[in-house]
């Protein structure tokens, strides 16, 4: 079953449409990965999901209910959880204080410990002093939390080491084998391969191939393109 279907959304930023026409599925239990360079319009895409930014034009849909025109704060109790990219954690307060402030009541924060024994060992530790890594855990535990129905995740491997970003895919793919249907962007396509079902390759605003991740890997040139930046110059 499809958890989160855009369709044919346009958003526009100071009146220049960055994202055109774009549609995409998220199924249960699966992650969709969207690929593409800098300035491709995966940021403005996400935000225009979770309600940060107006969508223009095109729907969003949220287990078959439309959900573009709600406040964010609705979508977000809808169950849209919006990872976002800056990694924002409450620098002086604990672990722990981080995880309550983002728990529901039919949540545990254990939780969050069984998917990052990492953090489980530094409950009374300041936020502020975890390194990039943890922190990214901390706010992708807070999110599970909220107990989502769809995760949205922006370049989650931002400034990260690739020991580190491996472990947090590997969380990511647990976190999708509970239920959560999980839409992850990224810059880098080698970890968003690494754990994508279904991926899509935005450039300028447009989708300009999907399918599925085992496609992905065996175009060789497209690949080669995306690693270069420009996914417009391969044959798609
Ligand atoms: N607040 C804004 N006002 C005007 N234009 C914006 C704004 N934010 C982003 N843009 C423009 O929208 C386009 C898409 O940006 P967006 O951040 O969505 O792309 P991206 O693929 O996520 O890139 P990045 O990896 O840098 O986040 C870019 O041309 C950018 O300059």
Redesign the pocket.
């Known amino acids: 079953m499809n958890l989160l279907e855009v369709e044919d959304v346009t958003i526009e930023?100071?009146g220049?449409p960055?994202?055109r026409g774009v549609s995409l599925t998220v199924a249960e239990g699966k992650i969709s990965v969207v690929l593409?360079?800098?300035?491709?319009?995966?940021?403005?895409?996400l935000?225009g999901i979770s309600g940060a930014v107006r969508v223009s034009s095109g729907q969003v849909r949220l287990a078959g209910q439309r959900i573009e025109k709600a406040r964010p704060w609705r979508r977000a109790r809808a169950g849209v959880a919006h990872v976002e990219?800056n990694r924002t954690v409450f620098r002086d307060l604990s672990v722990v204080d981080n995880l309550r402030a983002g728990c529901r009541r039919d949540a545990s924060i254990e939780e969050a410990f069984e998917l990052f024994p990492e953090l489980g060992k530094q409950r009374s530790v300041a936020a502020g002093l975890l390194s990039g890594g943890e922190q990214q855990m901390l706010v992708l535990g807070r999110a599970l939390l909220g107990r989502p129905k769809v995760l949205l995740i922006?370049?989650m491997s931002l400034g990260l080491a690739p020991m580190v970003i491996e472990r947090l895919a590997r969380a990511v793919g647990e976190l999708a084998g509970t239920g959560v249907g999980v839409l992850l962007?990224e810059?880098f396509a080698a970890l968003a391969l690494s754990v994508a079902d279904h991926a899509y390759v935005?450039a300028r605003?447009e989708v300009v191939f999907q399918g599925e991740r085992a496609e992905l890997l065996d175009d060789e040139e497209l690949l080669r393109a995306l690693y270069l930046g420009d996914p417009t110059r391969s044959q798609v």
């Not at 593409?36 to 895409?45: F, I």
């Open positions: 930023r100071s220049l960055v994202v593409g360079a800098n300035g491709a319009g995966k940021t403005s895409l935000e990219q922006d370049e962007v810059q935005l605003g």
